[in-house]
């Protein structure tokens, strides 16, 4: 740091993961991986947060799936509310009670309060915090198999952390992609959005409002407790993120796309920003992974930011612990199909996003024509709105399957219910769960795996993965088969 005088020291001692940034993302990789006994420190460059000012305020069912696994989702539940329904463009209404899961809803809450939540998992399990602490860079050894992070403590002291492996999740400014060299291609989708916490005078129609007329658009979110998250662009008010910004803006932008500003006041918070399309080609490079925003970043329409990072965090953690723990019979296969399976998916959220918000800023007859057409389909056509919902929600997303196997290979798990209770129950420990007849035997494995039984007649065997996806599926399977399978 410039200006301030530096004294350098060494840490002692290889941890097994250095996670490098506490958001939400790697507060629950960090938890995740310290829960299954490994040794995992967290840097983060901010001093330690205990404000509000957080854009994050949507926790979509897959998200709460994977929550509700760790034991929090009841207790986050608690802290905002449900919506079963989102209304969007006015006219389309997407019904999320439709959803197969024990989370058939969009839960509103504050990203403060997930990451109260996950921090407190984390500390728990045993990470290590170490806020006011900078990356400086990173070298990785191929002939001692770790990498060196240098670091730098607010009062100059500089040291070096080794790990076996290291993580990125340090945001949208990712100092570890930066060390990385890794390009961050894409470009700035919007400029001049302005984010609010206010009071409002007058409730809005629906829980969730969003609409666009052209020069315009706007979306208010209730916390539930008399505060509404509000977010507004307004076209002919363009200015840079460092402009400061006035209530009265946001009131008339409010105006013009909803017709009312629903009498909003009292902001306990106001900011601009931009929105940024991108994604970084590469999620992992050697013994450096990244995830959520310093890998990818989207517009904020559909509410996908954090979910998704979270969700790369719960595929990464098993993979990075199998390994770790000796258990993974192809250890570079399994770390690579972490980039081979969210990479795809960081790209969809993009695309669905983007969807979202040019549909927003529709301005041309013919834009806004698209738009009305698009509307009319999700609002008649049942299978596309639920592909719509499914891929908001994450319930819908799945991952390849290798050629030849089950339809069921890399479909997300439903929470179904076993003679020894629910299976979404049994994922929180890391394990493999086998699912099999009730008179199957359990297999032999040198890996942790729970097995349970259906409660009827059903013949199909399931191998459902930590993170809630089917690895393997097979009607009436061999031993051998069955070995085989768990064992790859």
């Known amino acids: 740091m410039t200006g301030t005088s530096s004294t350098e020291s060494s840490t002692s001692g290889t941890l097994d993961v250095l996670v490098v940034g506490a958001g939400p993302t790697g507060m629950l990789l960090a938890g995740d991986l310290a829960a299954q006994g490994l040794s995992v420190t967290l840097v983060e ?130 100092a570890v992609r930066h060390t990385l060299g890794l390009p961050f291609p894409g470009e700035s989708v919007i400029r001049s959005i302005v984010l609010a916490d206010v009071r409002l005078a007058e409730e809005p129609p629906s829980l969730l409002t969003v609409n666009g007329v052209g020069d315009a658009f706007a979306f208010i979110a209730p916390f539930g407790d008399g505060w509404y998250r509000v977010m507004g662009w307004n076209r002919t008010r363009q200015a840079s993120d460092s402009e400061p910004v006035e209530l009265d803006e946001l009131r008339e932008t409010a105006r013009l796309a909803f017709g009312t500003d629903y009498g909003m006041h009292d902001p306990r918070w106001i900011s601009r920003f931009h929105s940024d ?18 890998a990818h970043v989207h517009s904020p329409a559909g509410g996908q930011g954090m979910n998704t990072g979270l969700q790369d965090a719960a595929n990464l953690s098993w993979k990075l612990a199998a390994v770790l723990h000796g258990h993974s019979a192809d250890p570079e296969a399994l770390l690579d199909s972490y980039h081979a399976e969210r990479h795809p998916v960081g790209a969809k959220v993009l695309r669905a996003s983007g969807a979202i918000i040019r549909l927003a800023m529709a301005r041309t007859p013919l834009q806004r024509a698209v738009r009305t057409a698009v509307t009319r389909l999700l609002s008649v056509v049942r299978p596309a709105s639920d592909k719509a919902i499914g891929m908001i929600t994450g319930i819908g997303i799945s991952y390849p399957a290798p050629r030849g196997s089950h339809r069921l290979t890399g479909t997300r798990a439903p929470d179904l219910q076993l003679r020894e209770g629910r299976l979404h129950d049994l994922l929180g420990d890391g394990a493999f769960t086998l699912v099999t007849p009730p008179d199957a035997p359990t297999p032999k494995t040198p890996a942790p795996l729970v097995h349970a039984h259906w409660t009827g007649d059903r013949t199909t065997t399931l191998l459902v993965r930590p993170d809630g996806y089917i690895a393997w599926a097979g009607e009436h399977p061999d031993p051998e088969t069955l070995r085989h399978a768990i064992a790859r």
Not at 88 to 95: A, P, W, Y
Not at 150 to 156: R, S, Y
Not at 278 to 294: E, H, I, M, S, W
């Open 45 to 174: 460059r901010r001093p330690q947060e205990t404000g509000n000012m957080t854009r994050a305020f949507a926790v979509h069912a897959r998200t709460l799936e994977l929550l509700g696994t760790r034991g929090l989702a009841d207790e986050l539940i608690a802290t905002g509310t449900l919506l079963t329904r989102l209304r969007l463009f006015g006219r389309l209404s997407l019904d999320l009670s439709r959803l197969r899961t024990r989370f058939p809803y969009l839960l509103i809450t504050p990203q403060y309060e997930v990451e109260r939540l996950l921090e407190r998992r984390a500390r728990t399990a045993g990470v290590t915090f170490r806020y006011g602490t900078e990356l400086l860079g990173l070298s990785q050894s191929a002939d001692r198999d770790t990498v060196t992070a240098e670091i730098q403590d607010t009062d100059g002291t500089r040291s070096t952390l080794e790990a076996t492996y290291l993580v990125g999740t340090d945001g949208v400014r990712s």
């Open 277 to 294: 399309e991108r994604q970084v080609p590469a999620y992992r490079t050697g013994r450096v992974f990244l995830a959520g925003d310093a």
